[in-house]
C-alpha cells in the first residue's frame, strides 16, 4: 500500500505550475538564464570558455537566490527591503516614547477646574478689565 505524505500545515504548500517549480521560481530562472546565456557567449571568444562560463554564473546567481531563499514566509527581496529600511531609511536613534491617557485626562482636568474657578471668582464682583 502506497503512502502519500501530507503536510499538517497547508499555508506552506505552494501552487507548482512547470518541473515542479512555483511561477516565481520560473520567473528568477528565466531571467537569469535570459542574463546569464548570452554574456556567456558574448565573453566566451575574448575571455575563454572558463572565464566566461564563472562570470555567467556570477551575473545568474543573484537570480538564482532570489528564487529559492526564503526565511520565516518571506521571500529574499521582502528581506532585503526590511535590511535597507532600518539601516538606511529610518532613524538609528528610535527613543522610547509613550502616549500617557491616563496624564492627558488629568490635565484636561485640571484645566477644568481652573476654568471653572476663573469663572466662579469673575462671578462674585471680582472683576477683570
Known sequence: MA????PKDLNRVKTKVM????KRQLVCFALAAAMGVPVYFL???????????MLMV???????FFALYEKDGQPAEKIL????KSMF???KVRPYRTNNLYAVIQQKI???EELQLEQQHDGKGKRRP
Open 110 to 112: 485640571k484645566e477644568q
Open 81 to 84: 527591503g526590511h535590511v535597507v
Open 58 to 64: 556570477v551575473i545568474m546567481l543573484p537570480f538564482i
Open 89 to 91: 531609511l529610518r532613524d
Open 43 to 53: 565573453t566566451k571568444p575574448s575571455l575563454g570558455i572558463s572565464t566566461s562560463a
Open 19 to 22: 518541473f515542479n517549480l512555483t
Open 3 to 6: 503512502f502519500v505524505p501530507v
